[in-house]
Protein backbone atom coordinates (compact mmCIF):
# COMPACT_ATOMS: atom_id res chain seq x y z
CA UNK A 1 0.00 0.00 0.00
CA UNK A 2 1.11 3.25 -0.81
CA UNK A 3 1.89 5.68 2.23
CA UNK A 4 1.59 9.17 1.73
CA UNK A 5 5.27 9.73 1.63
CA UNK A 6 5.83 7.31 -0.86
CA UNK A 7 2.78 9.24 -3.13
CA UNK A 8 4.60 12.95 -2.42
CA UNK A 9 7.81 11.13 -3.49
CA UNK A 10 5.77 10.05 -6.75
CA UNK A 11 4.88 13.71 -7.26
CA UNK A 12 7.57 15.27 -6.86
CA UNK A 13 9.58 12.31 -9.48
CA UNK A 14 6.78 13.42 -12.31
CA UNK A 15 7.66 17.15 -11.38
CA UNK A 16 11.16 15.86 -12.73
CA UNK A 17 9.60 14.35 -15.61
CA UNK A 18 10.20 10.99 -14.42
CA UNK A 19 7.25 8.00 -14.11
CA UNK A 20 6.48 4.68 -13.30
CA UNK A 21 5.78 2.13 -15.65
CA UNK A 22 5.12 -1.99 -15.40
CA UNK A 23 8.50 -2.78 -15.74
CA UNK A 24 10.32 0.08 -14.62
CA UNK A 25 10.61 3.85 -14.69
CA UNK A 26 10.85 6.46 -17.53
CA UNK A 27 12.30 9.89 -17.78
CA UNK A 28 11.33 12.58 -20.34
CA UNK A 29 14.87 13.19 -20.91
CA UNK A 30 15.77 9.50 -22.61
CA UNK A 31 11.75 8.28 -23.24
CA UNK A 32 12.66 5.13 -24.91
CA UNK A 33 15.37 3.87 -22.29
CA UNK A 34 13.40 2.09 -19.42
CA UNK A 35 15.69 2.91 -16.22
CA UNK A 36 15.79 0.60 -12.71
CA UNK A 37 14.87 1.77 -9.63
CA UNK A 38 18.59 2.28 -8.77
CA UNK A 39 19.35 3.92 -12.29
CA UNK A 40 16.22 6.68 -10.82
CA UNK A 41 18.48 6.70 -7.09
CA UNK A 42 21.67 8.22 -8.59
CA UNK A 43 20.32 10.10 -10.94
CA UNK A 44 17.52 12.15 -8.71
CA UNK A 45 18.03 11.31 -5.37
CA UNK A 46 20.85 14.00 -4.50
CA UNK A 47 18.25 16.76 -6.48
CA UNK A 48 15.80 16.50 -3.34
CA UNK A 49 17.79 18.39 -1.36
CA UNK A 50 18.72 21.43 -3.98
CA UNK A 51 14.67 21.91 -3.44
CA UNK A 52 13.84 25.58 -2.20
CA UNK A 53 11.74 23.85 0.75
CA UNK A 54 12.82 23.77 4.65
CA UNK A 55 14.95 21.01 5.42
CA UNK A 56 12.53 19.03 7.17
CA UNK A 57 10.60 18.85 4.54
CA UNK A 58 13.57 17.31 2.06
CA UNK A 59 15.00 14.86 4.58
CA UNK A 60 11.05 13.57 4.52
CA UNK A 61 10.75 13.57 0.84
CA UNK A 62 14.03 11.95 0.69
CA UNK A 63 12.97 9.19 2.90
CA UNK A 64 9.15 9.14 1.06
CA UNK A 65 11.91 9.03 -2.43
CA UNK A 66 13.25 5.69 -0.09
CA UNK A 67 10.42 4.30 0.48
CA UNK A 68 9.15 3.95 -3.09
CA UNK A 69 12.20 3.18 -4.80
CA UNK A 70 13.81 0.83 -2.09
CA UNK A 71 17.32 1.64 -2.84
CA UNK A 72 20.47 1.79 -0.15
CA UNK A 73 21.69 4.91 -2.93
CA UNK A 74 19.13 7.08 -1.63
CA UNK A 75 20.26 6.60 2.01
CA UNK A 76 24.00 7.73 0.50
CA UNK A 77 22.71 11.02 -0.28
CA UNK A 78 20.66 11.99 2.91
CA UNK A 79 24.44 11.13 4.82
CA UNK A 80 25.80 12.95 2.26
CA UNK A 81 23.47 16.02 2.93
CA UNK A 82 23.80 15.55 6.39
CA UNK A 83 27.95 15.84 6.21
CA UNK A 84 27.53 18.71 3.41
CA UNK A 85 28.16 22.63 4.12
CA UNK A 86 24.60 23.23 4.24
CA UNK A 87 24.59 20.37 6.91
CA UNK A 88 23.87 18.48 8.85
CA UNK A 89 19.97 17.99 8.52
CA UNK A 90 17.67 18.44 11.57
CA UNK A 91 18.31 15.41 13.98
CA UNK A 92 14.76 14.75 14.90
CA UNK A 93 13.48 14.38 10.97
CA UNK A 94 16.36 12.41 10.51
CA UNK A 95 16.42 9.62 13.05
CA UNK A 96 12.77 9.46 13.39
CA UNK A 97 13.03 8.36 9.70
CA UNK A 98 15.13 5.78 10.42
CA UNK A 99 13.21 4.38 13.53
CA UNK A 100 10.05 4.64 11.48
CA UNK A 101 11.00 2.22 8.81
CA UNK A 102 13.13 -0.09 10.93
CA UNK A 103 9.96 -0.53 13.10
CA UNK A 104 7.95 -1.16 9.85
CA UNK A 105 7.20 -4.84 8.66
CA UNK A 106 8.50 -4.15 5.01
CA UNK A 107 11.62 -5.13 4.49
CA UNK A 108 14.45 -2.47 5.39
CA UNK A 109 17.59 -3.91 4.00
CA UNK A 110 18.52 -0.69 2.83
CA UNK A 111 18.78 1.21 5.80
CA UNK A 112 20.08 -1.84 7.65
CA UNK A 113 22.73 -1.51 4.98
CA UNK A 114 23.19 1.93 5.69
CA UNK A 115 23.69 1.67 9.09
CA UNK A 116 25.86 -0.98 9.11
CA UNK A 117 28.45 0.11 6.56
CA UNK A 118 27.98 4.22 6.51
CA UNK A 119 27.34 5.51 10.16
CA UNK A 120 27.84 2.36 12.65
CA UNK A 121 31.64 1.95 10.85
CA UNK A 122 32.32 5.81 10.93
CA UNK A 123 33.63 6.58 14.35
CA UNK A 124 32.69 10.11 14.09
CA UNK A 125 28.64 9.22 13.82
CA UNK A 126 28.58 5.90 15.06
CA UNK A 127 28.14 6.37 18.50
CA UNK A 128 24.78 9.20 18.07
CA UNK A 129 23.72 6.73 15.27
CA UNK A 130 23.62 3.72 17.63
CA UNK A 131 21.50 5.78 20.14
CA UNK A 132 19.61 7.13 18.08
CA UNK A 133 17.91 4.13 16.43
CA UNK A 134 18.42 2.07 19.53
CA UNK A 135 20.24 2.68 22.36
CA UNK A 136 18.38 5.86 23.76
CA UNK A 137 15.22 3.30 23.89
CA UNK A 138 16.39 -0.07 24.78
CA UNK A 139 14.64 0.35 28.24
CA UNK A 140 11.47 1.10 26.71
CA UNK A 141 12.02 -2.08 23.94
CA UNK A 142 12.49 -4.08 26.79
CA UNK A 143 10.09 -3.21 29.47
CA UNK A 144 7.34 -2.73 27.03
CA UNK A 145 7.86 -4.79 23.85
CA UNK A 146 5.74 -4.50 21.17
CA UNK A 147 6.08 -5.57 17.66
CA UNK A 148 7.11 -2.85 16.03
CA UNK A 149 9.86 -1.93 18.93
CA UNK A 150 11.47 -5.68 18.62
CA UNK A 151 11.38 -5.26 14.90
CA UNK A 152 13.42 -2.29 15.19
CA UNK A 153 16.07 -3.65 17.51
CA UNK A 154 16.19 -6.81 16.27
CA UNK A 155 17.36 -5.18 12.94
CA UNK A 156 19.65 -2.46 14.91
CA UNK A 157 21.17 -5.26 16.80
CA UNK A 158 22.19 -7.82 13.67
CA UNK A 159 23.62 -5.30 12.28
CA UNK A 160 25.72 -3.36 15.19
CA UNK A 161 29.25 -5.17 14.61
CA UNK A 162 31.39 -1.82 13.63
CA UNK A 163 29.82 -0.08 16.62
CA UNK A 164 32.24 0.67 19.23
CA UNK A 165 32.19 -1.54 22.45
CA UNK A 166 31.81 0.88 24.98
CA UNK A 167 28.73 2.38 22.94
CA UNK A 168 27.00 -0.35 22.64
CA UNK A 169 27.49 -3.06 25.79
CA UNK A 170 24.93 -1.09 27.80
CA UNK A 171 22.27 -1.82 25.13
CA UNK A 172 23.54 -5.36 25.00
CA UNK A 173 23.60 -6.11 28.16
CA UNK A 174 19.80 -4.07 28.89
CA UNK A 175 18.88 -6.85 25.55
CA UNK A 176 19.88 -9.95 27.57
CA UNK A 177 17.13 -9.38 29.76
CA UNK A 178 14.37 -9.49 27.01
CA UNK A 179 14.70 -13.45 25.34
CA UNK A 180 12.94 -12.37 22.48
CA UNK A 181 16.11 -10.46 21.42
CA UNK A 182 18.52 -13.06 22.11
CA UNK A 183 19.40 -14.70 18.68
CA UNK A 184 19.17 -11.16 17.23
CA UNK A 185 21.76 -10.18 20.20
CA UNK A 186 24.05 -13.59 19.29
CA UNK A 187 24.04 -12.39 15.79
CA UNK A 188 25.01 -8.57 16.75
CA UNK A 189 28.09 -10.52 18.87
CA UNK A 190 29.63 -12.70 15.90
CA UNK A 191 28.97 -9.58 14.23
CA UNK A 192 31.24 -7.62 15.97
CA UNK A 193 33.49 -10.79 15.86
CA UNK A 194 33.23 -10.97 12.22
CA UNK A 195 32.83 -7.65 10.58
CA UNK A 196 36.60 -6.14 9.22
CA UNK A 197 35.42 -3.38 11.47
CA UNK A 198 33.51 -5.30 14.38
CA UNK A 199 34.57 -4.40 17.70
CA UNK A 200 34.25 -6.19 21.08
CA UNK A 201 36.30 -6.96 24.16
CA UNK A 202 36.11 -10.80 24.47
CA UNK A 203 35.58 -11.47 28.71
CA UNK A 204 32.46 -8.98 28.59
CA UNK A 205 31.27 -10.50 25.23
CA UNK A 206 31.67 -14.55 26.76
CA UNK A 207 29.80 -12.73 29.70
CA UNK A 208 26.82 -11.78 27.61
CA UNK A 209 26.94 -14.90 24.96
CA UNK A 210 26.78 -17.20 27.92
CA UNK A 211 23.52 -15.89 29.28
CA UNK A 212 21.92 -16.25 26.13
CA UNK A 213 19.03 -18.74 25.45
CA UNK A 214 19.26 -19.97 22.26
CA UNK A 215 17.75 -23.15 20.05
CA UNK A 216 20.00 -25.54 19.78
CA UNK A 217 22.12 -26.28 17.35
CA UNK A 218 22.43 -22.47 16.90
CA UNK A 219 24.96 -22.26 14.10
CA UNK A 220 28.64 -20.72 14.98
CA UNK A 221 27.81 -20.89 19.01
CA UNK A 222 30.45 -23.34 20.39
CA UNK A 223 33.32 -21.32 17.53
CA UNK A 224 32.18 -17.79 18.68
CA UNK A 225 32.18 -19.08 22.65
CA UNK A 226 35.56 -20.53 21.72
CA UNK A 227 37.22 -17.43 19.99
CA UNK A 228 36.23 -15.53 22.92
CA UNK A 229 37.65 -17.93 25.67
CA UNK A 230 40.58 -17.63 24.11
CA UNK A 231 40.69 -14.01 24.64
CA UNK A 232 40.50 -13.35 20.26
CA UNK A 233 39.02 -9.67 19.62
CA UNK A 234 38.34 -9.51 15.67
CA UNK A 235 38.55 -12.35 12.93
CA UNK A 236 41.04 -10.50 10.56
CA UNK A 237 43.30 -10.00 13.53
CA UNK A 238 43.33 -13.56 14.41
CA UNK A 239 42.57 -15.30 11.02
CA UNK A 240 43.51 -18.91 12.39
CA UNK A 241 41.60 -18.56 15.26
CA UNK A 242 37.81 -19.48 13.54
CA UNK A 243 39.05 -21.97 11.21
CA UNK A 244 40.92 -23.85 14.88
CA UNK A 245 37.51 -23.22 16.72
CA UNK A 246 35.34 -24.89 13.80
CA UNK A 247 38.37 -27.92 13.61
CA UNK A 248 37.75 -27.86 17.38
CA UNK A 249 34.13 -28.01 17.72
CA UNK A 250 33.34 -30.41 14.77
Known amino acids: METQAMARARRWLADQGVSQVRDGWLSTEVPDVLLTA ?33 EYWVTCEIRFANKSAEGPLPADVLWDGYRQRLEAARDAEALTYSLWVDWFEDRDT ?22 ALLRRARRVLECSGPVPWPVKEPTYRTSVRLPALHPALFKG ?46 HYRSPRAWDDAIRSCS
Open 38 to 70: GQVAHSWAGDVFAEDVQATDQVRLAFGLLDLLD
Open 126 to 147: AATAFAEVLGNDIDQVVAEPSE
Open 189 to 234: LRASYHDVYGDLEPAAALALLDQLDLPAGTQHLAELRRVLVEGHKN
